[in-house]
């Protein structure tokens, strides 16, 4: 028995140092054939996620932010809503009542009827509800963040966690209303578009994907290796968070590489 313990504690070790060093070589091999800079490698990012066209993108100077309006209040207000969850909710890993889902529900169909409108005025001659602008697309976009962490959130905390809780992580109106609240007034600091706040949000806005990444891929990892509800803390958790990582960045480096080879470049797409 002491044998059979310790052998499953070698193979353990090395499947760490495997994913481990694995993740290493790709992350420094993507490092090293991105854009340089911090905004480069966020650019990186959204390349691989985002249209990134000029005109749908908020500006940082001269360069557009790393993620479309859109995208960007998008992954922002998933971050956020993680972020705020984590904070409120802990381990707790419940849907949330009904009253919130029917909310959650409105701010997705915002996302889609805004995404739907905004993809007609692409059309010549299609018929629009009215005309897209930016801050709406960021609304909008921000809406459909906030669902996405209302999912996330207690999905990653029903795998990962030994002692989850039943409770909803969002457990009613006035919570999912204190978070709406705080992503209405990041919108309207993006809003700003002050180069020093954008600056910080656009590093942000392309962690997030990662983060979201990681967070997904991470409970793929948990289940492949069967490891579901093994957690007590998240410094024991860095085998399944580290592959996440990997795996998350290897979508994003793969992406990269489609779109370079059909473009050439990379800018975002170009209208007209």
């Known amino acids: ?12 070790q090395t499947l760490k140092l495997l994913v481990f060093v694995a993740v290493g070589f790709l992350f420094l091999g993507w490092l090293f054939n991105t854009p340089p800079g911090l905004l480069g490698k966020a650019d990186a990012i959204g390349y691989a996620v985002c249209h990134r066209i000029d005109l749908r993108s908020f500006h940082l100077g001269d360069r557009t932010l790393p993620l479309c309006a859109r995208c960007t209040g998008m992954h922002l207000g998933a971050l956020l809503g993680l972020v705020y969850q984590s904070a409120f909710s ?29 993809f007609l005025s692409l059309i010549p001659g299609a018929p629009t509800l009215y005309t897209p602008q930016n801050w709406l697309r960021l609304f909008t976009g921000t809406s459909m963040g906030v669902v996405m962490a209302a999912l996330l959130f207690p999905a990653f905390n029903q795998t990962a966690w030994r002692d989850w809780q039943p409770q909803p992580a969002l457990s009613g109106i006035r919570q999912l209303a204190g978070l709406v609240l705080l992503a209405a007034i ?7 578009q002050n180069p020093l706040i954008l600056y910080p949000l656009a590093l942000l806005s392309a962690i997030a994907v990662l983060v979201e990444l990681t967070l997904v891929y991470a409970m793929v ?25 990997g795996l998350g960045l290897a979508q994003i480096a793969l992406l990269d590489i489609i779109r370079y080879l059909l473009t050439g470049t990379w800018d975002g797409f170009h209208l007209g």
């Open 221 to 245: 990892s948990m289940m492949i290796f069967r490891l579901e509800n093994a957690y007590t803390s998240l410094a024991k958790m860095m085998l399944p968070l580290t592959a996440g990582f």
């Open 90 to 118: 802990r381990r707790k890993a419940g849907l949330p009542p009904i009253r919130v889902l029917v909310v959650l529900g409105l701010l997705a169909s915002a996302f889609f009827l805004d995404g739907g409108n905004s």
């Open 1 to 12: 028995m002491a044998d059979a313990r310790e052998k499953l504690h070698t193979n353990s």
């Open 186 to 192: 990041l919108d309207l600091v993006v809003l700003t």
